[in-house]
T-cell receptor, first 115, second 111 residues
Framework: AQSVTQLGSHVSVSEGALVLLRCNYSSSVPPYLFWYVQYPNQGLQLLLKYTTGATLVKGINGFEAEFKKSETSFHLTKPSAHMSDAAEYFCAVSADNTNAGKSTFGDGTTLTVKP | DGGITQSPKYLFRKEGQNVTLSCEQNLNHDAMYWYRQDPGQGLRLIYYSQIVNDFQKGDIAEGYSVSREKKESFPLTVTSAQKNPTAFYLC??????????FGPGTRLTVL
């Protein structure tokens, strides 16, 4: 079984500031980890994913995440926030790399970017 | 353009009525999924199908039914047995299970 905890349901940053969205997971097997972004009344879009190999994963829109097994974490970062980054972000974990649709999702973090 | 379409975007239902949400994909994906999203919560899996004419229950299948007669289509019926159906419903499909593509969603409101 797996679970995901996203620390902080709301995060607010100023435009140009560092974005850090926290995700901790629990998995009984090596995890496959995902970050998704959702804009209001839309579906989710994949930002990045970790399967195996390099622990620092780069995604779209300047986001990246680092898989830290010892800390069971997969935090999402972006060096400089842009107004267009305001959205809801979901971390997800899957135990099966061939069935990503069966992932367990966190409750989401809403990112607000202040001008 | 390839993608996933869901219709309608907004749907209103009276209590006690069944309603069917449409999901169509032209990505030639074998796997399709239905999720429910409630405010402040992540996605919860209702049903999924990895191949035509076969589908499996997800975590919250009670009160829902699906069919998969064609590769492109995976409609979801919300039955009167679903006690709290007001939610945002997302359909998705997957290529070999490694990446999931989401539709734009249907917002269902029970009056």
């Amino acid at each position: 079984a797996q679970s995901v905890t996203q620390l902080g349901s709301h995060v607010s940053v100023s435009e140009g500031a560092l974005v850090l969205l926290r995700c901790n997971y629990s998995s009984s097997v090596p995890p496959y980890l995902f970050w998704y972004v959702q804009y209001p009344n839309q579906g989710l879009q994949l930002l990045l994913k970790y399967t195996t190999g390099a622990t620092l994963v780069k995604g779209i829109n300047g986001f990246e995440a680092e898989f830290k097994k010892s800390e069971t974490s997969f935090h999402l970062t972006k060096p400089s926030a842009h107004m267009s980054d305001a959205a809801e972000y979901f971390c997800a974990v899957s135990a099966d790399n061939t069935n990503a649709g069966k992932s367990t999702f966190g409750d989401g973090t809403t990112l607000t970017v202040k001008p | 353009d390839g993608g996933i379409t869901q219709s309608p975007k907004y749907l209103f239902r009276k209590e006690g009525q069944n309603v069917t949400l449409s999901c169509e994909q032209n990505l030639n994906h074998d796997a399709m999924y239905w999720y429910r999203q409630d405010p402040g919560q992540g996605l919860r899996l209702i049903y999924y199908s990895q191949i035509v004419n076969d589908f499996q229950k997800g975590d919250i299948a009670e009160g829902y039914s699906v069919s998969r007669e064609k590769k492109e289509s995976f409609p979801l019926t919300v039955t009167s047995a679903q006690k709290n159906p007001t939610a945002f419903y997302l359909c998705a499909s997957s290529n070999s299970g490694r990446r999931v593509f989401f539709g734009p969603g249907t917002r269902l409101t029970v009056l």
